[in-house]
């Protein structure tokens, strides 16, 4: 640290601690007991995308039954069926299908998170950990 205190350093100084030298394994690697650990962990974060992505269809569908209902109390002020309570109970129903599709529809992590899952789950099997 003496050499940054001098003064006599000009210019871009980088440090290489190799404190970020993370070793990657393949799964096929892995040993069972890091396999079950690597399991786990996929769980996990195939569990907070889900909850994450729930918590937004849920804000989705409540703005839809919002909108449902400003369309019934219109149509309860007015009597009839006029265009602006038809179009925004039509707004409601087209957010609730949409919804209701992103929840069925599993995201691009979630589906890697899931292939990944079923890649531990083969090589636990081939190597006799489970049936």
Request: proline content about 2%; some cysteine; hydrophobic content about 40%.
């Amino acid at each position: 640290m003496r050499d940054f205190n001098s003064g006599d350093i000009h210019g871009d100084v980088q440090i290489n601690d190799n404190s970020n030298n993370t070793k990657y394994k393949l799964l096929i690697h892995c040993t069972p007991e890091e396999l079950i650990q690597e399991e786990s962990h996929r769980r996990a974060l195939l569990s907070d995308e889900r909850s994450r992505k729930n918590r937004t269809n849920f804000r989705f569908f409540g703005f839809a039954i919002f909108l449902f209902s400003i369309a019934f109390f219109w149509y309860l002020l007015q009597g009839e069926i006029d265009i602006a309570s038809l179009v925004i109970g039509l707004a409601s129903v087209f957010v609730a299908v949409k919804t209701l599709h992103a929840a069925d529809t599993p995201t691009d992590f979630e589906k890697r998170q899931l292939l990944t899952l079923q890649e531990i789950s083969t090589l636990l099997r081939e190597r006799g950990v489970r049936r």
